[in-house]
């Protein structure tokens, strides 16, 4: 009785944090390169990063379909391996990736941009490499908007539905993610498993919203504290 609601919040489950890792991994370095650039480039690669954030789901998803289908450049890469992207629970990974690194980039990047650049300074002088500067000053200092930027991603994440359907599919099991499913049950009109599914989305979205506000109210009550 449990299976068509497991199923979905499983695969949700696994998209989410696998994409969650990447985009923190990919916003960070994003945005810490983009602080330190300065190049004749950078706003128009800064409109790039955060190009997902306005434009349409399926817009998203049908230039993933070109990229990676049979007659893209990713798609015959891949193609020289056997393997493919498309209707795989990969692109489940792949698609909420595109569309939660812009929020993560953005908001991380403004963590950074406020770090007192005197503080950086001062430990290059006393020998640390930007590397350990990085993962010892910079990171700490705005450790708090860098979790405002993870949550957000994360939630963003788990709503994705229109890219996701359209290079992902719906395959019961493997890439049917919690908004897919919550389509579909309406589509065939299953109100009440489609709205036990809306629900989870719901509480999932507002504990995560819950736990960082309740964070950063302890972050800066400890800060005054000190």
Do not use: C
Request: zero cysteines; charged letters at 10%; proline letters at 6%.
């Amino acid at each position: 009785m449990l299976e068509p609601f497991i199923m979905p919040l499983s695969v949700s489950i696994k998209t989410v944090l696998a994409a969650t890792v990447i985009t923190f991994f990919l916003g960070i370095a994003a945005a810490r390169w983009m602080v330190d650039y300065k190049g004749r480039f950078s706003s128009l690669i800064d409109v790039l990063f955060l190009l997902p954030i306005v434009l349409p789901p399926t817009v998203i998803g049908f230039g993933l379909l070109l990229l990676f289908g049979s007659r893209g450049p990713l798609g015959k890469l891949l193609a020289l391996f056997d393997t493919t992207i498309i209707f795989s629970w990969p692109a489940t990974v792949v698609t909420a990736v595109i569309v939660a690194f812009p929020l993560m980039y953005m908001t991380a990047r403004g963590g950074f941009e406020q770090v007192d650049p005197n503080l950086e300074n001062a430990a290059r002088t006393l020998g640390a490499g930007e590397w350990r500067l990085f993962w010892t000053v910079t990171l700490p200092l705005s450790w708090p908007t860098v979790m405002a930027a993870t949550v957000l991603a994360f939630t963003r994440a788990l709503g994705e539905f229109g890219a996701t359907l359209m290079l992902a599919g719906n395959l019961p099991g493997r890439t049917t993610t919690l908004p897919v499913a919550i389509y579909f049950r309406l589509q065939a009109g299953q109100m009440h498993e489609a709205l036990v599914l809306t629900l989870v989305v719901f509480i999932f979205a507002l504990a995560s919203l819950a736990l960082l506000a309740y964070w950063k109210a302890q972050a800066r009550r400890n800060g005054r504290g000190q």
